[in-house]
């Protein structure tokens, strides 16, 4: 089923407490709601945003339009709108660089709908007007991760032809491993 109907557009700040719902929504489903630490405050500080007069839909504006990324604001948002005015889903993500093909690209860190509004070809509107963003800057690639519980979201992403990345092992540091780690050679 198509999302015709639905507006997907760059978030603009009077978004943000329908991002930080969807977050936590997002969270909830993935058993981490605790973990949240967004906070209003810190979602203005740290997204690039539209202004309120920008276009209302993505796909007549080709490339982003929206405050410049940078280190303290790495991130942008597309926003999915119903036809109500409510804001049912979100693609958060920042750019990322492939040495190997010595082109820039996309991470999605989240992507959400709405449990209510599934099955209604919203996440697929929401992952073709970021490929469309990386097509536009000649990028190499769009990518994320899923949990490896979550089937469904894995088979979806295999149906619109997503591979898995089954040889590569996620790693990280943060908290008080990262501040361990910036001062290993203190």
Request: zero cysteines; charged letters at 30%; aromatic letters at 8%.
């Given at each position: 089923m198509a999302s015709e109907a639905v507006i997907v557009r760059h978030a603009r700040r009077e978004d943000v407490p329908a991002i930080l719902d969807l977050i936590r929504e997002l969270a909830e489903y993935e058993?981490?709601?605790?973990?949240?630490e967004a906070t209003p405050e810190k979602l203005l500080s740290t997204i690039a945003f539209a202004p309120s007069d920008a276009p209302t839909d993505v796909s007549t504006t080709g490339l982003p339009k929206t405050e410049p990324t940078s280190p303290d604001r790495p991130a942008r948002c597309l926003v999915l709108v119903n036809p109500a005015g409510d804001t049912v889903g979100i693609a958060l993500y920042f750019y990322n660089y492939s040495t190997w093909r010595a082109k820039p690209g996309i991470y999605l860190e989240d992507l959400y709908v709405k449990q209510s509004e599934r099955k209604k070809g919203h996440g697929k509107r929401l992952l073709v007007e970021l490929a469309k963003e990386v097509v536009a800057f000649g990028g190499g690639r769009l990518e994320w991760s899923v949990l490896k519980w979550n089937e469904p979201s894995i088979k979806f992403?295999?149906?619109?032809?997503?591979?898995?990345?089954?040889?590569?092992?996620?790693?990280?540091?943060?908290r008080e491993g990262l501040t361990k780690l910036a001062s290993l050679l203190d």
């Open positions: 058993r981490e709601l605790d973990s949240v992403y295999e149906s619109i032809g997503a591979q898995p990345m089954n040889e590569w092992v996620g790693m990280r540091v943060d």
